[in-house]
């Protein structure tokens, strides 16, 4: 297979490349594919290997914990405790098997998700394109180039219609490359190959077609083994914070555990015992499952975002997401349903109106007065219209079996509609217009222009279609019953009141426009486009606010959210459809891109956040809004699809591609990819965010006051010189056991009707604030004083079995109350529901019924050294045991942890 790399691909004519890699331009067949796949491989190298279970196992192992655990079964052996060492190892066992099980379901998680974020390919195969996973392009694969696609292998060059290729990824050199097919010397050097695509670099203009050569290990980039573009690895800030926070409690753990060590053993205790006992003190205080349990968290967080339609790339942004304060959306396909019918049009000084929604094309035209238009005999100018909106096209019109469908632009798509409800068959117009050329639609230009052979004609055609403003400027000329008249200043402001009547009620508007060229002309430049043209008409389509956008707009609003709707389209359209949705104050007059342009940073921002709208925008303007949004301290979500929204979508504090109508580039540069491309699904995603970190919180708010409960209990026992309260098997327990069956259902609490309610949590907020800090710090204290009351007042009588095996018991059952309890910060348990969260129900049922056995059946006596407990007994440990429960209840209502309430941001300083 090395061979394949030695060969000089660049070098050779196009038929000895076709030949070599046995294929042609039609593309592969299925069997062939089958066949090169097993011989190749897939065309991927996988940097972010996967995790087998074995490897978890003995990461489970290599916690300072087991060594800890390790060293107590040792010492237990030793002393010739074997109970206390069989404790110990099942412990470890236990607690390896369900931290392996655990961190193996989370990688599952993470990797299905990494499969959903999988770079696509578009290639030729059994004479049909199709849409297929990068890492299944072979040899001898024909793909098809266009502006936005990443390239998925090594490749010739068949084709090239003003193919431009950024190859930044291979050489670091940022300015596009052109590319030709034809063959070159041999000794050119890779950057100067420009018959030839590399794996990794993206098309940012232009389109064209490819032959695959070499795939995987065999490309250029292969060979270097760089990074793939998969979701990373990373940890989060979050997860790195807490791993720092989890060292640092584990290191004054075992300082403290020392301490108490030396405190025992100066008091007279068992040496052996005390021993053992410290080392279970430092085993409660670490909150070693800290880590795990974030993972864990996030993991099955993201996986339910996955199910409402949003695809987490990169971890870190879930922590960013809660504290989203902006979103910046696109206004078509994510407001909108990017559906387009014409049903307006006006050309030669006429109106007309188009019936039939959809892409269904049935439907009639008939002039605005209600005169109708007979069957195909329509006025040359609508005629021009049609073959124009026919001819500049790239979009095709399928009937499947669920109906009429536009593969391609949407807006291109309505316009083959158009035609085919005028008669005409959407096929025929590449048959009477040969294209020798094109300028393709970019959102900077706003229009696309093709040049034509037309059947039957000498001259060739140049067909223009835009926005209304640029076509205007170009023209000289206007198309009028048939005849070309001048375009003077009565005729520019008719087309301009057109056009505002159809943009205010919210349609988009293109316009076309024409112009002829000799026969020999071959290429189109823009100079030949951008003057002297004749104007011909315009399109009103009507693109469906999606409903579910309006909700969704509310929802923002009461969520603290600003949402700032940028478009493409014109200023009027964007406001109509701006104040459907329910964003915009009516009357409030949208800024354009040229007005951006004169802005300084923080009027933009104040803009941004009053008017809510940009209209006319380039890819540009947007990182412009995006960085002075976020100078004015903002966190902002923003959306993007094309190739030059990269730029913007990397530096939004969230990236947020579109799944279906995104490019590759804006996916691979998108921290988030909606597969639904909808917007009410970004604030499901902001939604899901809060509730992720405050079920982090609730989790790690549970565990430190647990083990900080316990720790007091223990260390505040040594210093009185009372017994011990608890034996080492109880306190592994109580830390293994009950801990673990309540934290992980806790990090599961559903989300509450009120996350969305809430302003957004303020940024760089540590999981761990003030408040949090005194919750902590307070119930511990509780925990504590409650254990050791119970325990003193049990020792009174005289049995320390007893006294033990209570402050066990009521250890275990303040989780039980606090697990509850743990679940609401802000707002009371019983208004969540309090049985709403059924693991929670289930974990803490599990320890009741482990607990029940610790202490009432003989094995659990000769284990634990404990013994039965009367139901006087039991009520007392209840009753003591629930106040963790009523305590947190009334700082709730007290407002104790509630975060001060940022005013809404109305006008921004
Ligand atoms: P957005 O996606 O924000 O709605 P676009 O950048 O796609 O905006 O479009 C901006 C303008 O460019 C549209 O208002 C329209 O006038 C014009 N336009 C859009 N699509 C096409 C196309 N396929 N051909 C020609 N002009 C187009
Ligand atoms: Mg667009």
């Known amino acids: 297979m090395k061979s394949e790399t030695i060969v000089q691909w660049h070098a050779l004519d196009k038929d000895q490349v076709l030949r070599l890699v046995a294929a ?28 087998s279970p074995l490897e978890l196992v ?83 694969d024909v793909l098809i180039l266009e502006t936005g696609a990443r390239i998925a292998a090594d490749s010739r060059v068949l084709k090239s219609e003003e193919l431009q290729i950024n190859e930044s990824t291979l050489t670091g050199e940022s300015q596009p490359v052109f590319k030709h097919p034809g063959r070159h010397a041999e000794n050119q050097a890779l950057a100067d190959r420009d018959n030839m695509v590399w794996m990794s670099t993206a098309v940012t203009g232009g389109r064209g077609k490819a032959i695959v050569v070499s795939t995987g290990t065999n490309t250029v980039l292969g060979e270097i083994a760089e990074q793939v573009r998969t979701l990373e690895r990373d940890e989060t800030p979050l997860q790195r914070r807490l791993g720092e926070l989890a060292t640092k409690l584990g290191v004054a753990s075992v300082l403290l555990a020392a301490a108490l060590f030396v405190l025992g053993v100066l008091r007279g205790y068992d040496v052996v015992e005390m021993l053992l006992f410290s080392v279970a003190a430092a085993v409660a205080a670490i909150p070693e499952g800290l880590p795990a349990i974030v993972g864990i968290t996030l993991a099955l967080g993201v996986q339910r975002m996955a199910k409402r339609n949003a695809i987490v790339r990169r971890l870190p942004a879930v922590e960013t997401l809660g504290s989203t304060t902006v979103i910046c959306s696109d206004k078509t396909g994510t407001i909108t349903k990017n559906e387009m019918t014409v049903t307006e049009l006006w050309v030669g ?36 219209l049609l073959i124009i909106g026919g001819a500049a096209n790239n979009a095709r019109l399928i009937e499947r079996e669920n109906g009429w469908q536009v593969e391609g632009n949407p807006s291109e798509g309505a316009m083959l509609v ?333 989300r509450h009707v009120d996350v969305l309610r809430r302003p957004p949590i303020p940024p760089g907020e540590g999981i761990l604030d003030r408040r949090q800090i005194l919750r902590i710090v307070l119930l511990a204290t509780l925990v504590g004083t409650g254990t050791l009351s119970l325990f003193v007042y049990y020792l009174d009588a005289g049995n320390v079995a007893k006294a033990q095996t209570v402050a066990f018991t009521v250890l275990a059952a303040f989780q039980w109350f606090y697990a509850f309890a743990a679940r609401t910060t802000q707002i009371s348990v019983f208004s969540a529901g309090l049985f709403s969260n059924r693991w929670i129900v289930l974990g803490v049922a599990s320890a009741i019924i482990l607990q029940l056995a610790a202490v009432h059946t003989t094995v659990g006596h000769t284990v634990f050294h404990t013994v039965s407990l009367t139901l006087g007994d039991w009520s007392l440990i209840i009753m003591v045991s629930s106040t963790i429960f009523i305590l947190d209840e009334v700082l709730k209502f007290l407002g104790v942890y509630r975060t001060a309430r940022k005013s809404m941001k109305a006008s921004p300083r």
């Not at 331009?25 to 066949?35: A, F, I, N, R, S």
């Not at 379901?105 to 849409?131: F, I, Y």
């Not at 140049?462 to 076509?471: F, R």
Request: aromatic share 4%; glycine share 8%; proline share 4%.
């Open 418 to 750: 158009l035609a085919a409800k005028a008669g005409y068959d959407p096929d025929l117009f590449r048959i009477s217009h040969r294209r020798k050329h094109e300028i393709p639609f970019s959102s900077e230009h706003k229009y696309m222009a093709v040049l034509n052979e037309v059947k039957g004609q000498a001259n060739s055609a140049i067909y223009v279609k835009g926005a209304p403003e640029h076509l205007i400027g170009f023209s000289t000329h206007m198309l009028e019953n048939g005849l070309t008249v001048e375009m003077d200043e009565s005729r520019r402001r008719m087309v301009e009141l057109v056009g505002d009547s159809f943009a205010r009620k919210g349609l988009r508007v293109i316009a076309a426009a024409l112009s002829e060229a000799g026969n020999d002309l071959e290429t189109l430049d823009r100079s030949k486009v951008e003057n002297g043209l004749t104007f011909v008409g315009l399109w009103g389509m009507v693109d469906p606010v999606r409903p579910e956008a309006i909700q969704a707009a509310k929802s923002a609003q009461e969520a603290g959210i600003r949402v700032v709707m940028i478009t493409g389209d014109n200023a009027v359209t964007a406001s109509t459809i701006a104040s459907e949705v329910g964003m915009a104050r009516s009357g409030v007059t949208p800024v354009t891109g040229p007005e951006i342009d004169n802005m300084s940073d923080e009027a933009l921002a104040r803009h941004a956040l009053e008017t809510g709208t940009f209209a006319r925008v380039s890819p540009a303007h947007k990182l412009r809004i995006l960085e002075a949004l976020k100078q004015s301290g903002e966190i902002v979500a923003m959306t993007g699809d094309g190739v030059n929204d990269a730029p913007a979508l990397k530096g939004a504090d969230i990236g947020i591609a579109m799944g279906r109508s995104g490019t590759e580039v804006a996916k691979e540069s998108a921290d988030i990819i909606l597969t639904d491309d909808n917007f009410r699904t970004i604030v499901n995603a902001v939604e899901e965010g809060r509730v992720i970190f405050g079920n982090l919180q609730r989790t790690i708010v549970f565990l430190i006051t647990t083990n900080l409960g316990e720790i007091m209990t223990l260390a505040t026992a040594l210093l009185l010189g009372l017994p011990l309260p608890m034996t080492a098997a109880m306190i592994l327990w109580i830390n293994l056991v009950t801990d673990g069956a309540c934290t992980v259902p806790i990090g599961l609490e559903p």
């Open 58 to 140: 003995f990461k489970q192992l290599k916690s300072p914990l087991i060594y800890l655990l390790a060293a107590a079964a040792a010492i237990s052996l030793v002393a010739g405790n074997l109970i206390d060492a069989a404790v110990v190892t099942v412990v470890v066992i236990l607690n390896t098997i369900l931290g392996t099980i655990q961190e193996w379901r989370a990688e599952r998680s993470l990797e299905a998700l990494r499969q959903l974020a999988a770079p696509k390919a578009k290639v030729r195969r059994n004479g049909r394109d199709n849409e297929i996973p990068a890492s299944e392009v072979v040899p001898g």
């Open 24 to 51: 042609d331009e039609g593309g592969l067949k299925d069997l062939q594919v089958q066949e090169r796949l097993r011989k190749h491989g897939p065309n991927e190298f996988k940097s972010v290997k996967s995790v």
């Open 349 to 384: 000084g006429k109106t007309y109106e188009v019936t039939g929604l959809g892409f269904d094309p049935t439907g009639e035209i008939h002039l605005q007065e209600g005169a109708e238009t007979s069957g195909p005999d329509y006025s040359p100018d609508l005629k021009m």
